[in-house]
T-cell receptor
Framework: NAGVTQTPKFQVLKTGQSMTLQCAQD?????MSWYRQDPGMGLRLIHY???????DQGEVPNGYNVSRSTTEDFPLRLLSAAPSQTSVYFC?????????????FGPGTRLTVL | KNEVEQSPQNLTAQEGEFITINCSYS?????LHWLQQHPGGGIVSLFM???GKKKHGRLIATINIQEKHSSLHITASHPRDSAVYIC??????????FGTGTSLTVIP
């Protein structure tokens, strides 16, 4: 099993550009989520999904879009990048929803918006 | 104000010492997680708790639901335990809220 994979590992964007951060898992997990990690702020939940076709907002959803067309993939779209979106982004998955299961994290994507 | 508070923020210990990291939260939760973030940035799950106590090797995690408090203990600490330890609580079943982490350095 590859576990949770994220691409790219690093990305530099200019203000206003759009891009998609990819996340995939091969463990048949129902729950997938996206977080951003900023210095002094800790991890914050952006969006999550409890299964294919079902997504919901987390604590900081503005400026981000998600969809879940398959169990395996959960891409995060930045619609119009802003410097405030400079961060490290982590994707995670767990067997089921409800927070009662071990969370598996991807390696992260470091994004810089100029 | 963060809903999850961890203490201490930074901790330096000598190899072999017993270590305690604390986590307090202000809201009702369905579960609490302890995570470890390695110096390279990778995050791994250590424990999920909804009550009581769990032990894995030299790590012990406890939670007191009434007092809204959890502790992570490391016995016989080792330099390889050096990492950031993060407490996360789950509200409403799916919403995770994280503490800012405790940075632990274990000196040989």
């Amino acid at each position: 099993n590859a576990g949770v994979t994220q691409t790219p590992k690093f990305q530099v964007l200019k203000t206003g550009q759009s891009m998609t951060l990819q996340c995939a898992q091969d463990m048949n997990h129902e729950y997938m989520s996206w977080y951003r990690q900023d210095p002094g702020m800790g991890l914050r939940l952006i969006h999550y999904s409890v299964g294919a076709g079902i997504t919901d907002q987390g604590e900081v959803p503005n400026g981000y879009n998600v969809s879940r067309s398959t169990t395996e993939d959960f891409p995060l779209r930045l619609l119009s990048a802003a410097p405030s979106q400079t961060s490290v982004y982590f994707c995670a998955s767990s067997r089921t929803s409800g927070g009662y299961n071990e969370q598996f994290f991807g390696p992260g994507t470091r994004l810089t918006v100029l | 104000k963060n809903e999850v508070e961890q203490s201490p923020q930074n901790l330096t210990a000598q190899e072999g010492e017993f270590i305690t990291i604390n986590c307090s939260y202000s809201v009702g939760i369905s579960a609490l997680h302890w995570l470890q973030q390695h110096p390279g940035g990778g995050i791994v799950s250590l424990f999920m708790l909804s009550s009581g106590k769990k032990k894995h090797g030299r790590l012990i995690a406890t939670i007191n639901i009434q007092e809204k408090h959890s502790s992570l203990h490391i016995t016989a600490s080792h330099p390889r335990d050096s990492a950031v330890y993060i407490c996360a609580v789950v509200k409403g079943g799916n919403q995770f809220y994280f503490g800012t982490g405790t940075s632990l350095t274990v000196i040989p």
